[in-house]
């Protein structure tokens, strides 16, 4: 199943600047689809903003992604959009506890 290890990810795709307040990791799309769009925004706010995935993750690739918590917390809501229409949306993401491993979506 293409979502199954999306939960674990999530903040993924993200191209934020580094900031001194931030948390990272590295995404590895395993899924057989492109992710081509990813909207991600603090969970405790209602919109979710522009896309901020600068191109396309293929399958196989892996994306550095670096969010910046400060003024934001850890809780973000992501969004991902795959090359065949679907997408997988998730809630209260936190992105301090996934900070510094790598994830993979498979």
């Known amino acids: 199943m293409k979502y199954s290890n999306v939960a674990a990810l999530t903040a993924a795709l993200f191209t934020l ?7 990272g990791f590295d995404l590895v799309n395993k899924t057989g689809y492109t992710i081509t769009e990813v909207y991600a925004g603090p969970s405790n706010e209602s919109n979710w903003g522009e896309n901020i995935l600068t191109g396309q993750i ?19 809501d992501v969004m991902y959009v795959f090359s065949d229409g679907d997408t997988f949306e998730e809630f209260d993401v936190d992105i301090c ?4 491993d790598q994830f993979v979506i498979d």
């Open 17 to 23: 600047p580094f900031m001194a307040d931030a948390a």
């Open 58 to 76: 293929r399958t196989g690739q892996e994306l550095v992604v670096t969010l910046d918590t400060d003024g934001y917390g850890c809780m973000w």
């Open 97 to 100: 506890r996934i900070n510094g």
